[in-house]
């Protein structure tokens, strides 16, 4: 089963809109969730991440998330975007693998903030 | 610093030919990974390092190989290239666990013909 699925694979927003990125995961893998963000043509670098305390994540760029556990959910949210937002998200889990952990990723959402 | 650096930036192969993708951190660093990234499949982890001399399988380490020599040098080999492995990697590095911050390179661009 998929370890963590990302339920858009495109987001199309207004400039100053508010947005949030679904992301689940599967209860069977543990509970380290991350949200990374690819802007065009680099590599990917880290929003926020969630080990343990409080439910509410806040990252960089005014990004948040929340954990839901009863719902398997860590939803990104944003309350007004900008075209610099323009970029491919992904969330991932850490997945226990044969007695090592890895980090495994979702297969991507790609929002795009339209002036 | 100058974080996570790959080279090259892109490279065409030729089917059957053999390639090293050259990836170094300046973070000192314990872990360092490969992924590959092909579109709308996120990334898959082919081979991981969690220390100088020690390596380990990813997801999809086929016609891939790696070695760890040093802290900050994690290469990638391929020995026959096929059109299978045409992507995007990337080589990313974390410092003590995996939960930790993952930094990522910016990436080579590899196309095999």
């Known amino acids: 089963a998929q370890s963590v699925t990302q339920l858009d694979s495109q987001v199309p927003v207004f400039e100053e809109a508010p947005v949030e990125l679904r992301c689940n995961y599967s209860?069977?893998?543990?509970?380290?969730l991350f949200w990374y963000v690819q802007y065009p043509n680099q590599g990917l670098q880290l929003l926020l991440k969630y080990l343990s305390g409080s439910t509410l994540v806040k990252g960089i760029n005014g990004f948040e998330a929340e954990f839901n556990k009863s719902q398997t959910s860590f939803h990104l949210r944003k309350p007004s975007v900008h075209i610099s937002d323009t970029a491919e998200y992904f969330c991932a889990v850490i997945q226990h693998q044969g007695g090592s952990e890895k980090l495994v990723f979702g297969k991507g959402t790609k929002l795009t903030v339209n002036p | 610093n100058a974080g996570v650096t790959q080279t090259p930036k892109f490279r065409i192969l030729k089917i059957g030919q053999s390639m090293t993708l050259q990836c170094a951190q300046d973070m000192n660093h314990n872990y360092m990974y490969w992924y590959r990234q092909d579109p709308g499949m996120g990334l898959k982890l082919i081979y991981y390092s969690v220390g100088a001399g020690i390596t380990d399988k990813g997801e999809v380490p086929n016609g891939y190989n790696v070695s760890r020599s040093t802290t900050e040098d994690f290469p990638l080999r391929l020995e026959l290239a096929a059109p299978s492995q045409t992507s995007v990697y990337f080589c990313?590095?974390?410092?003590?666990?995996?939960?930790?911050?993952?930094?990522f390179g910016p990436g080579t661009r590899l196309t095999v013909l």
């Open positions: 990313a590095s974390s410092g003590l666990a995996n939960t930790d911050t993952q930094y």
């Open positions: 209860s069977s893998v543990s509970v380290y």
